[in-house]
């Protein structure tokens, strides 16, 4: 290579460590601060537990809703004993008024919402033929609408101060549909286009609206998931999958990592390796990815067992599901508020 050729490479790539440098020190000035935000999160056990404790230690002020008042108790008693400023109201997402009801109680205690974390959730593992309309409606409410009302309800005020962020806790099952999880993954797709659709339309405003679609999380969630047709084995491979440091990611990991999207303005986060190489193949070949999908729905449990009836993960232990296997899930239950 000659002398000249070789200068013009340095330069180049000189340049380039140049430009990244300016980007990454840019987002750390423009970073978004969380002290003294007020910051609602829809949830109060498993990720939104491990978001809470995230903020609090930043010092923001929290606003917690769920459904189970033992569970907010739990939430609100453990984040206060660490010395965060909290408040728990009990709420169904998926009912508008009792979301009007929530927010107006925020506003109420703290004044105006900074933040919307949109992360309550809800599972159905088991074939797509043993599903009825029910499912299908839980999980649409709990993952459109109960987001859908939850911005509506804070948007009017972060519209008029022109600021505010908005993070909806979708899935990489809101990228790509998941064999024996079709309600979850059509609702997931749901929040995920409105998700970005509300990014395109607020940013006018100053509001930045951030989609997370992360990969499986060790966040002790599997007992509360729905598990039809044979639904000890479902449970089972939804556990282990879930436990695996091969497939999922600590609930803390994952809470950073999507925070630190919030934090910059991130149009969107992906975490797990198994996620973004999945995300990536499906945008390269939606043909290859369901094929092989295709192929994996082969192997896993097929209708019959319980049927169409449905039993909660907590329900449908086995030596499998409460083997070394699944420790860290079990483990991560007991911490995040998920023994209920």
């Known amino acids: 290579m000659k002398a000249d050729d070789q200068k013009k490479l340095w330069w180049l790539a000189a340049g380039a460590g140049a430009l990244l440098a300016a980007r990454a020190i840019s987002r750390k000035l423009n970073a978004y601060d969380f002290n003294r935000k007020v910051v609602l999160i829809t949830g109060a056990r498993g990720l939104a537990l491990v978001m809470a404790r995230q903020l609090a230690a930043e010092g923001a002020r929290l606003a917690l809703c769920a459904r189970d008042e033992t569970e907010l108790e739990n939430a609100r008693r453990e984040l206060a004993e660490k010395g ?175 925070l630190d999207a919030l934090r910059h303005g991130d149009a969107q986060v992906t975490t797990t390796l198994p996620a973004k190489l999945g995300a990536l193949l499906h945008g390269f070949s939606p043909e290859l990815m369901t094929d092989i999908f295709a192929l994996v729905n082969k192997v896993l449990p097929g209708e019959g067992g319980i049927g169409k009836n449905r039993a909660k993960g907590y329900e449908s232990e086995s030596r499998l599901s409460a083997s070394s296997l699944t420790e860290r899930t079990q483990q991560a239950a007991q911490k995040n508020n998920e023994l209920l």
């Open 84 to 258: 965060a400023e909290v408040f728990v109201h009990k709420c169904d997402i998926t009912h508008e008024q009792e979301v009007q009801a929530f927010v107006a109680a925020v506003q109420e205690e703290y004044g105006l919402v900074d933040v919307l974390i949109n992360n309550a959730g809800v599972i159905h593992a088991g074939p797509v033929t043993e599903m009825t309309i029910k499912e299908f409606e839980e999980a649409i409410n709990t993952h459109f609408w109960g987001p859908l009302y939850m911005t509506l309800a804070v948007l009017p005020e972060m519209k008029a101060r022109r600021e505010g962020r908005i993070l909806n806790i979708s899935s990489i099952g809101g990228i790509i549909s998941v064999p024996h999880l079709v309600p979850y993954s059509a609702s997931k797709f749901a929040l995920t286009g409105l998700s970005e659709g509300l990014r395109e339309e607020l940013k006018k405003y100053n509001i930045t609206v951030t989609t997370a679609t992360p990969g499986l999380m060790q966040t002790g969630s599997p007992r509360h998931a729905f598990a039809k047709g044979h639904h000890k084995e479902e449970y089972a491979l939804f556990k282990i999958l879930d436990s695996s440091p091969l497939t999922s990611m600590t609930a803390e990991e994952s809470a950073r990592k999507i």
